[in-house]
């Protein structure tokens, strides 16, 4: 059996299975969810596996309980299991009896005693795509109490680009990861093609005569799909063109803006990439 510890979440199926407990409990009302997780299970292994199901139905109560939406039925079926000694065989055989018997009283203990509020299920994945596929973006360079990234310029000259404008295209939206017990959860992450020029003013953009510029060996990134960072750059949409042929189907190379460190910062990226002499 995949397990290191006598916990209720020490073992694989448990930590296999927190991503959709989470995807459940966001998406559906509880009492569904607890109908889709189990129908998701079933497919996987059933009760005459006890072991797993113990890792699978006692993980979940924990979940639930912690959160503050665990329903007397399935509090009822645990406490039925923890009493009735169900898949305890195996831990006996291993010889971890004791452990596991004290953790199974705490756990009772545990769900027998009042919850907390129902929490918010926060997931941190990026679900929505806001921009279509080809739209040309410009956003403002930030460059103020950053440090330039290289030797290719001076810090005078790289804070002198600060809120000066770059364009970049929307190419295709892909997604990192799916839920497989709800696909509608699912975190998108964008690839983006960099565009050459740096301007004072959206004025000054010329959609027509935009070349493509190489950004890590390529003219494309990704980023996750979030218009947060965007936003704080005063992104506007400035029209639509032809979407590129060699688009890479494999990874793409993250820029990431969200990290303002001694070692790594994307505006450095961004600029070295477009005053990069050919």
Same mark, same amino acid.
């Given at each position: 059996m995949g397990v290191w510890s006598a916990s209720i979440t020490g073992n694989d199926t448990a930590q296999d299975l927190i991503l959709d407990y989470k995807a459940a409990f966001f998406y559906f009302d509880v009492d569904t969810a607890v109908q889709k997780i189990d129908q998701y299970v079933r497919r996987l292994f059933d009760e005459s596996d006890e072991q797993e199901w113990c890792d699978y139905f006692y993980s979940m109560t924990d979940f639930m309980w912690k959160k503050g939406i665990l329903t007397d039925q399935v509090k009822n079926k645990a406490l039925e299991m923890i009493d009735s000694d169900f898949g305890m065989e195996c831990w006996i055989e291993a010889g971890y009896e004791k452990e596991r018997r004290k953790v199974l009283a705490k756990f009772r203990t545990q769900i027998t005693s009042p919850q907390c509020e129902p929490k918010k299920i926060k997931l941190g994945y990026h679900m929505e795509d806001y921009f279509e596929d080809g739209v040309y973006i410009a956003f403002k360079l930030k460059t103020l109490n950053k440090p330039f990234i290289g030797n290719e310029i001076n810090q005078k000259e790289f804070e002198s680009y600060n809120d000066k404008y770059v364009v970049i295209q929307k190419?295709?939206?892909?997604?990192?990861?799916?839920?497989?017990l709800v696909p509608e959860v699912c975190d998108k992450w964008?690839?983006?093609?960099?565009?050459?020029? @740096? !301007?004072? &003013?959206?004025?000054?953009?010329?959609?027509?005569? #935009?070349?493509?510029? +190489? @950004? !890590?060996? &390529?003219?494309?990134?990704?980023?996750?799909?979030? #218009?947060?960072?965007? +936003?704080?750059?005063d992104y506007q949409i400035i029209g639509k063109g032809k979407l590129p042929k060699n688009i890479p189907e494999g990874y793409v190379s993250g820029l990431n803006f969200e990290i303002n460190m001694p070692h790594y910062n994307a505006d450095s990226v961004l600029i070295k990439a477009l005053t990069k002499k050919n």
């Open positions: 190419v295709i939206t892909r997604n990192a990861y799916v839920s497989p964008v690839v983006y093609s960099l565009l050459g020029g @740096i !301007y004072d &003013s959206i004025d000054d953009i010329a959609t027509e005569k #935009l070349k493509r510029v +190489k @950004i !890590y060996g &390529s003219s494309f990134f990704s980023t996750p799909s979030s #218009l947060f960072h965007f +936003k704080k750059r």
